[in-house]
């Protein structure tokens, strides 16, 4: 009975189930019978389910859960100032509002008799107002009549806008909780109904916020043509959903400029719409085709993302070949880049330094790789080569993309809390409005006090004052 029993064996379990199976194995599965067929569809079916353990290389990391996430390396440095530093602290306030007398009648830990001691001390501390009540103003506005104009005439209330019973430090600093800080509808209401004690409606709000965009529209250009004229101009996109479709924000900052655009398309006729001419500055972005459409005067493409590059084809991949000797060829390429850089050597050491890069960069290039992953960033290496080594003619191009990345991951953060747009024009006032708080931020202004002030100096003249500079740091 046990040499019958060993004779039938499942030949399931001998063959290496998966693309390699033949057709001649899946027969002899099946002359087997029920059980064999059973076990080899499970066993096909296993193998089709992603490993818990190892995430799709599509899978963006905020989608991946923590638990799968690998452990990150031992902080480098202990956080913190190191010892021997001179301490700081909070500066203590010019003035005092008030102030509070505390004494005892017994001791707080045995409940004995105490006496008054010749000396005290004080504490000063900081702290918003118990119960915030909205300030409600009557105006009484006097109308005269004008004898050249023929008509009744009044002063103008720049403390809010025309028919709007709402003050403008309410609808600035609702705009900056959610254009700025990410705060949802909801939760900004929440803020003014519960924190403020103001009473606000999700649709009233919307509306002055298109009130807002209107009047400041102008920034958003004059932010476009400083981005233009910038010497240094980074440029990203990610992805962004209004009305339920899939459109792109897009983002081009420089050191002082930040200005968002949105759109549905990914491809050059948004460059062509916001470069509207020849770009005489050096454009830094990763190697997406779509910025080779932009007419400038130079280029550099993102060294990390090459490097990002490298890393995935070595973890997801698992190549083979000579791309080991090409993976490593580059590393080293770029890292003497890199180390050319910060050298600052003379600048005819530095010449002499690229022209060399340039030269392995190009036997690199001219090689006959045989691995395919090789070949395929080889294209792109040949593609961008005049791009890639540009920081080293100009201290002020950096060799990364990572300010745009910076300036691009508040939008990020909102389009995780808000789900973005729900409409087209929703999304222009989302661009519209990000860019002008953004970019008041990145100028040192306060955007609260800078904003209200303008629209108080437009509501009197007409006019709305110019986009304010950059503060620059006296000594």
């Known amino acids: ?22 057709e001649e194995q899946a027969r002899a599965i099946y002359r087997e019978g029920e059980e064999s067929v059973v076990f080899a569809i499970l066993t096909l079916a296993k193998m089709a389910i992603p490993s818990p353990t190892e995430p799709s290389p599509s899978t963006p990391s905020g989608m991946t859960p923590v638990y799968l996430k690998p452990t990150s390396k031992s902080r480098r440095k202990k956080p913190g100032r190191k010892n021997g530093h001179p301490g700081s602290r909070r500066p203590s306030p010019v003035k005092i509002d008030q102030r509070e007398e505390h004494t005892l009648n017994a001791c707080p830990e045995c409940h004995g008799s105490v006496s008054l001691c010749r000396k005290s001390r004080t504490r000063v501390i900081e702290d918003i107002p118990r ?33 709007s019973q709402l003050g403008l430090r309410v609808l600035v600093l609702s705009a ?26 999700p649709g009233g709000l919307v509306q002055m916020w298109y009130r807002l965009q209107e009047i400041l529209f102008a920034w958003y250009e004059q932010i476009q043509k400083e ?72 280029r550099q493409k993102c060294i990390p993302h090459l490097l990002r590059e490298l890393k995935k084809v070595d973890h997801y991949h698992h190549p083979g070949g000579d791309w080991k000797v090409f993976a490593g060829k580059l590393r080293r390429l770029i890292r003497d880049g890199l180390r050319l850089r910060q050298r600052q050597r003379p600048q005819e050491e530095c010449v002499a330094g690229r022209q060399q890069l340039e030269v392995r960069l190009q036997k690199l290039i001219d090689h006959a790789w045989e691995n395919k992953q090789a070949r395929r960033l080889v294209k792109r290496l040949r593609r961008h080569a005049k791009e890639l080594f540009t920081f080293l003619d100009n201290p002020a191009v950096p ?11 508040p939008a990020v953060i909102m389009r995780k809390n808000s789900y973005a747009n729900g409409s087209k024009d929703g999304a222009d006032m989302q661009a519209v ?9 990145q100028r040192g202004h306060n955007p609260l006090k800078t904003i209200t002030e303008a629209i108080r100096a437009y509501l009197i003249s007409g006019v709305l004052p110019p986009l304010p500079p950059k503060i620059t740091e006296i000594g």
């Open 433 to 441: 409005l990000m860019s002008i708080y953004q970019t008041l931020k």
């Open 131 to 163: 119960d915030i009540t909205p300030v409600v103003t009557e105006h009484t506005i006097q109308r005269y009549w004008c004898a050249k104009c023929q008509k009744i005439v009044e002063p103008t209330v720049p403390d809010a806008l025309p028919g």
């Open 227 to 298: 981005a233009l004229a910038a010497a240094v101009l980074h440029a990203d996109e990610t992805g962004w959903r209004v009305a339920g479709k899939t459109c792109w924000l897009w983002c081009f900052t420089s050191g002082e400029s930040t200005y968002y655009l949105i759109d549905r398309c990914r491809g050059g006729p948004v460059l062509k719409r916001f470069f509207k001419k020849y770009f005489s500055g050096t454009l830094v972005t990763d190697f997406w085709n779509a910025y080779n459409a932009v007419a400038c005067a130079h």
């Open 176 to 201: 900056w909780l959610h254009y700025s800080l990410g705060n949802t509808l909801a939760q900004v209401i929440g803020v003014f109904n519960f924190h403020l004690q103001l009473k606000l409606t």
């Open 399 to 409: 060799f990364d993309n990572n300010h745009a990345e910076r300036m691009i991951r």
């Open 1 to 22: 009975m046990a040499a019958a029993t060993n004779s039938h064996v499942n030949p399931a379990t001998d063959l290496q189930l998966g693309p390699q199976l033949t």
